[in-house]
């Protein structure tokens, strides 16, 4: 069954100098325009189509591919802003609108934006909204502590960064674990660290327990290659150790623990050996 916002393969049932007319259904017979004529095109062929609302709301087919499909949250850029919004390039002829009722702030032609694509009710147009936290689900039951998830950020707090899980619910990273320059709307791979009681995701960007040790014993192992030490030890402080190695000092102990107990290095009082093989 055809239905707006969603792909699907539809027959040509009439040609015409605006193009071809495509059997949708009970949507009736939908327009694919001749901007998009190929050759192998013809009456009773069968096409791949994407279906959406033209700009007089009328059921209009086209073969390109959004960016982001319809229920989606993904970042996009603003091109232009009129009296109604701002409209957003999502990969099709008609762009995506943002009504200023859904945005946070007004949005300026050129910037990305994290959007929620979403089906306006009332007008039956597919618009976006800023307004990510409303669109996310509990995660209750959903994780367990050290499963990876995708994360697209879309805000930050004093807390820490705020996290798009999966397409569709609520994550957070905290600041003074996060060792690395993020920006906003940038895809990233995270560990849940805990699903919390109200159903939000705490999370790190370091996979938990034994997973985490591993990573970072190879990222010190590296740095000590070039000199065989580091100028850094057990009582060194936290700072000291995320300047030279962008970790906390919980993780830098179990890292040089695991490390000694392989025999990889030597622990002084005042810097770390490493051990070379003879």
Known sequence: ?????????????????????????????????????????????????????????????????????????????????????????????????????????????????????????????????????????????????????TGLLWGKTDLGYKVVVDGQFNGLLFANEVFQKLEYGQSITAYVRETRTDGKLDLTLTPQGRKKISPLAQQLLEKMKLTGELSLHDNSPAEEIKAQLQMSKKSFKQVIGQLYREKKIMIQPDRILLVRKS
């Open 1 to 149: 069954m055809a239905t707006l916002g969603e792909r699907c393969t539809l027959r040509i049932v009439k040609s015409r100098n605006a193009g071809f007319y495509l059997d949708a259904g009970d949507l009736g017979e939908v327009l694919l325009p001749g901007t998009e004529f190929t050759p192998e095109l013809h009456v009773g062929t069968d096409v791949d189509v994407f279906l959406y609302l033209d700009s007089s709301d009328r059921p209009i087919a086209t073969r390109k591919m959004p960016l982001a499909m319809p229920g989606a949250i993904a970042l996009l850029t603003c091109t232009a802003t009129n009296d109604t919004g701002a409209f957003l390039d999502w990969g099709l002829p008609k762009e995506l609108l943002v009504p200023y009722r859904e945005q946070n702030k007004a949005m300026i032609p050129g910037r990305h934006y994290v959007v929620k694509i979403q089906l306006d009710e009332k007008s039956g147009r597919f618009v976006g909204s800023q307004r990510i936290a409303r669109h996310l689900r509990s995660a209750a039951a959903r994780y367990r502590d050290g499963d990876a998830v």
